[in-house]
């Protein structure tokens, strides 16, 4: 994998140590990554994909790429969290909200967090049809929705909330709003996942809670339009990253076990006895360079422009995540017990690898959208 711009490194640099040391306890505590998280908010990673007029690094969705993969890598939980503080602040940095020079700001100076809260209980993971109606009163919006998973539940500083537009017509008349932790109206619910154990993906109650117009982060009933422009390519683009980073880092333990445990009584180790390992490393490493290699061919196709890009923005998502969740089945396999017993990183990769195909857009999902799209339907 080719290194992100030296600056980007140098912040990268700082994180990694800190990732590695705490993912194992993170992931055993189903505990929220503090001081993970802390080292991304002093790094300036936060502001990686602002302007530098803000004081963010200006970079683009290569660069996000590399470095979200790189922080999947050591720990799944901090790269979704990261994944999903980029796609809001590229919501907010789209938007037309007087706050958001000043929210900008604060993002690259690793003072705000992000996140996205879209799935709905009542529409579940058909985000881009939110149930809830928000009101209107004579100085604000009212919002009233059911959120059934948030990533950083009760810990971003800021979450883009979606919700039916006022007097909306359809499911996907929506608007996107800025809400600040601690707003009254929002409680939140616990998170005990199988995987991504630091994630915080809890639900969340929004009720009665009133946004004043800065607030608002599209046009009334243009969420829609952000959703597809702006947090569709976004996210398709980092998580696949992020299973990608999960699935290399399953490739790589199960291959370092396989050449440093042995059988003693054949004097040999595990890859230099078993063809039928190293036939499954080989699988191994193949698909998860393939992965890479097509969401490297989509960042490609997004800033060119490339006519067919919509298709490889559907694909990236959906084959990243089927790789992550072959190459963990066969690292599980290829370290036999010494995995199962958890004495080896991989049952948590494996585990944590299990999110992406269900994050809306599901890989069911996608395989839809594209089968669509390949005959000539529309998507929706
Ligand atoms: C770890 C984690 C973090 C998350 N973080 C966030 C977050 O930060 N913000 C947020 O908004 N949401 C978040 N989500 C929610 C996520 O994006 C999905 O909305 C959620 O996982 C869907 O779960 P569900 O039980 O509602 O699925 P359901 O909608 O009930 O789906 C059940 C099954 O039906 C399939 N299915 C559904 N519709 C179709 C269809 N049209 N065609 C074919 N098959 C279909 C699905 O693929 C799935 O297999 C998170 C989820 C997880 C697991």
Request: one cysteine or more; aromatic letters at 6%.
């Amino acid at each position: 994998m080719s290194q992100p711009r030296n600056a980007v490194q140098e912040m990268t640099n700082k994180v990694f140590p800190v990732l590695e040391q705490c993912a194992g306890a993170t992931d055993a505590a189903g505990a929220w990554p503090t001081r993970s998280i802390q080292a991304l908010r002093d790094s300036g990673l936060l502001g990686l994909t602002l302007p530098k007029e803000v004081g963010g690094q200006g970079a683009g969705m290569a660069d996000f790429v590399k470095v979200t993969e790189k922080i999947a890598l050591r720990c799944g939980s901090t790269a979704m969290i990261y994944l999903m503080h980029v796609c809001g602040a590229q919501v907010i940095a789209a938007s037309p909200s007087p706050k958001k020079s000043d929210l900008m700001k604060q993002m690259a100076a690793g003072k705000a967090l992000a996140t996205l809260a879209f799935s709905e209980s009542g529409s579940r993971s058909h985000f881009w049809a939110p149930v809830s109606k928000a009101a209107r009163n004579s100085t604000s919006t009212v919002l009233n929705c059911e959120k059934s998973f948030v990533t950083s539940a009760g810990q971003a500083d800021y979450y883009v909330v979606s919700s039916g537009a006022i007097n909306g017509k359809s499911p996907v008349h929506s608007t996107l709003y800025l809400v600040e932790k601690g707003a009254p109206g929002i409680t939140y619910g616990n998170w005990n996942g199988m995987g991504l154990r630091g994630n915080a993906s809890g639900p969340m109650t929004i009720a009665g809670c009133h946004v004043d117009d800065a607030s608002r982060l599209t046009a009334e009933g243009e969420g829609f339009k952000a959703l597809m422009d702006t947090v569709l390519p976004w996210f398709q683009i980092g998580n696949a990253a992020v299973s990608i980073g999960i699935a290399d880092a399953a490739a790589t333990a199960a291959a370092t076990h396989a050449a440093n445990t042995h059988f003693e009584h054949l004097g040999q180790s595990i890859a230099e006895s078993l063809p039928g390992v190293r036939a499954r490393l080989a699988r191994m490493r193949i698909a998860v360079d393939s992965a890479r290699a097509y969401l490297n061919q989509t960042v490609d196709k997004i800033s060119s422009g490339a006519p067919d890009v919509m298709l490889f923005v559907l694909g990236s998502k959906a084959l990243a995540a089927e790789t992550a969740l072959n190459v963990t089945d066969e690292a599980m396999r290829a370290c036999g017990g010494a995995a199962f017993n958890r004495s080896l990183s991989v049952e948590r990769n494996f585990r944590d690898a299990r999110a992406a195909s269900i994050m809306a857009p599901t890989t069911d999902v996608l395989y839809d959208f594209i089968g669509k799209a390949v005959t000539g339907l529309p998507l929706f």
